[in-house]
């Protein structure tokens, strides 16, 4: 009597493409481009890095525990990149701590990038592929009160505000203080502007993910 063959689980996408970014998985080379994005955007992003400037080292360390858990299928980092010069332009983030059948996503853009629409078009794919590909049933989004530019974000995205958490702290390199939490609903989904964003998927061997 033979034993039936396990499945193997479902690639996630490894490559996006969009109308104006290269969305992938991180790779080492990216240590040096990801230096150069941050160093350059400063106190931009003290919400999410309170050190302005960080050594090579810490960025390459980050590359390589961010790949390590996304082909382990835990949280998946994702890197933005210029398709034509090269450049890194942020990170967009598909984490599981929001719990079961559910998913946070979170993100960052270079300074000199900002106003151009593209944060807004790659946090779009990373709604897309959590609703279309993770089958998420929910998709949180935090940020800090005074964030208004994600607050913002969240809410062109169909997210809707469900409060203020108080003195939290998700990451050890967050600052510590309140939240406010978005939330977009599967059966919400299909009505925001996420789900018509133009994206092709590819996954690990680079085949196309219908």
């Known amino acids: ?4 063959t396990a499945v193997p689980p479902v690639s996630p996408p490894y490559l996006l493409r969009t109308p104006r970014l290269l969305i992938r998985c991180l ?18 992003l003290a ?13 390459l360390a980050h590359v390589r525990r961010m790949r390590g858990n996304f ?6 980092t994702y890197g933005a990149f210029d398709p034509e010069s090269g450049r890194m332009m942020g990170e967009g983030f598909l984490l599981k701590r929001a719990g079961i059948s559910a998913l946070e996503i979170g993100y ?3 300074k000199d990038a900002v106003g151009k629409g593209l944060a807004t078009e790659m946090s779009a794919a990373m709604v897309k592929v959590a609703f ?18 994600s607050a913002a974000m969240a809410r062109r995205l169909g997210f809707t ?3 203020r958490l108080r003195d939290r702290q998700l990451a050890p390199h967050h600052p510590r203080g309140d939240l406010m939490c978005f939330t ?25 993910l219908a």
């Open 1 to 4: 009597m033979s034993t039936p």
């Open 27 to 44: 790779e080492p080379g990216d240590a040096a481009l990801r230096k150069e994005a941050h160093d350059s955007s400063g106190e931009h």
């Open 47 to 59: 919400d999410v890095y309170p050190e302005a400037v960080q050594p090579l080292e810490v960025h």
């Open 71 to 76: 082909d382990l299928d835990q949280d998946r």
């Open 108 to 110: 960052w853009f270079r």
């Open 132 to 149: 279309e590909f993770d089958k998420v049933r929910r998709l949180d989004l935090m940020c800090s009160p005074g964030n208004e530019r």
């Open 161 to 163: 505000f469900e409060g």
């Open 184 to 208: 977009l609903l599967a059966s919400e989904y299909l009505r925001t502007a996420a789900s018509q964003l133009q994206l092709e998927a590819f996954d690990f061997l680079g085949r196309k």
